[in-house]
């Protein structure tokens, strides 16, 4: 007899920005784990475009990273077929849902957001109302979807954490309308250092020698890891607060190669810091040249790409106007 089950189904819902070079960072903390889900009932990526105009882009550049992100996650081996890829913006539940739950949303809890702060620093000039609703903007995102689990690197945990306070606020006030989402973040790989300062966060909107982008090519990823910042020791150690550099790259070997950290320090015990970048570019670079070039062969068929993007939102649109009307209905707004 089949067993009943109340469990929810799963839906995997994640983003990233086009607002730069995709990181190893971004790699590595999430795009990589994205397949894991491969089992789960409905899985949605998107390219967060919406996001990336909280800080002043090239417009036609935006354009084309949005569409590389979404071929990127294809190279990766999301099939478009099974998974939900899309550009944020052609669905545009996704600005109406921000808006209600803004007003569902405290000034005090916006304010506490470290990314908040760390981006106000950085764009001094330019700190715009959306950068400061951000989060709230992502919520919806999630929340749209009935998400129940949210893959993402450490940083983005602070912004899962507010969206399920939106969410069990206004289930508490209208009823059952949100699935209370969980973060997925893996913890050997959920914070890639800068490679430069590597007491710093990798960031793709850093200089060019401190983060390695997936498109990098060989040559420009092992010059970039060797310049990396280690320490003045020789021993090869994981040891993050004394020893940040040399545990990053040890964290890039461990997470590329599904290495137990022990298993990675005994493979180069009594080697100095010269082999260790060498282990970790060639990780790094058997990592990428599959992706590099499955992902040129994606870009080349820009008909396919636009279809599947077309086809991709139209599906996502589907899911999203089903908790859009049900929360127009709740807080009162007219539907015809
Ligand atoms: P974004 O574009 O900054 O980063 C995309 C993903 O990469 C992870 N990440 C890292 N992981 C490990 N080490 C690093 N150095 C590193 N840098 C970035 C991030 O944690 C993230 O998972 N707000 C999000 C995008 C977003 C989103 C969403 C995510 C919009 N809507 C809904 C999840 C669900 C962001 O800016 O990520």
Same mark, same amino acid.
């Given at each position: 007899m089949e067993e009943k089950t109340t469990e929810k189904k799963q839906v995997i819902y994640s983003a990233i920005q086009p607002s730069g070079n995709i990181t190893l960072g971004n790699y590595i903390g999430a795009l990589r784990n994205?397949?894991?889900?491969?089992?789960? #009932?409905t899985r949605l990526y998107c390219v967060a475009d919406l996001h990336s105009l909280t800080v002043r882009q090239n417009s036609a550049e935006l354009r084309k990273r949005s569409l590389s992100l979404a071929a990127l996650y294809m190279a990766c081996g999301l099939d478009p077929e099974n998974n939900i890829i899309?550009?944020?913006?052609?669905?545009s539940a996704h600005a109406e849902l921000a808006w209600i739950l803004n007003c569902f949303t405290y000034m005090g809890e916006l304010s506490r957001m470290t990314q908040f702060k760390d981006k106000s620093a950085k764009h001094a000039d330019n700190i715009n109302a959306g950068l400061f609703t951000y989060p709230v903007l992502m919520a919806s995102d999630i929340l749209l979807y009935q998400t129940t689990t949210v893959p993402v690197g450490i940083d983005q945990k602070q912004h899962v954490e507010i969206c399920r306070d939106i969410a069990q606020r206004f289930n508490s006030l209208?009823?059952?309308?949100?699935t209370v989402p969980e973060p997925y973040i893996r913890t050997v790989s959920a914070k890639i250092q800068s490679?430069?300062?590597?007491?710093?966060k990798m960031s793709k909107?850093?200089?060019?020698?401190s983060f390695v982008s997936v498109f990098d090519k060989p040559d420009v990823i092992r010059r970039k890891i060797r310049r990396a910042v280690t320490d003045s020791e020789t021993e090869i150690r994981y040891?993050? #607060?004394?020893?940040p550099g040399v545990s990053n790259l040890l964290t890039i070997i461990s997470a590329l190669e599904n290495k137990p950290m022990d298993d990675v320090v005994a493979s180069l015990s009594g080697l100095g810091y010269g082999a260790l970048k060498e282990a970790a570019a060639e990780a790094v670079i058997r990592e990428f040249t599959p992706i590099q070039a499955r992902f040129d062969e994606i870009m080349a068929d820009k008909e396919t790409l636009s279809r599947l993007l077309k086809q991709g939102a139209e599906h996502a649109e589907a899911l999203a106007r089903k908790t859009l009307r049900k929360v127009y209905k709740k807080v009162g707004l007219v539907q015809l």
């Open positions: 994205f397949s894991i889900f491969d089992e789960a #009932e899309y550009c944020q913006s052609t669905v209208y009823g059952d309308v949100f490679l430069s300062e590597p007491t710093k909107s850093d200089p060019e020698e040891a993050p #607060e004394t020893k």
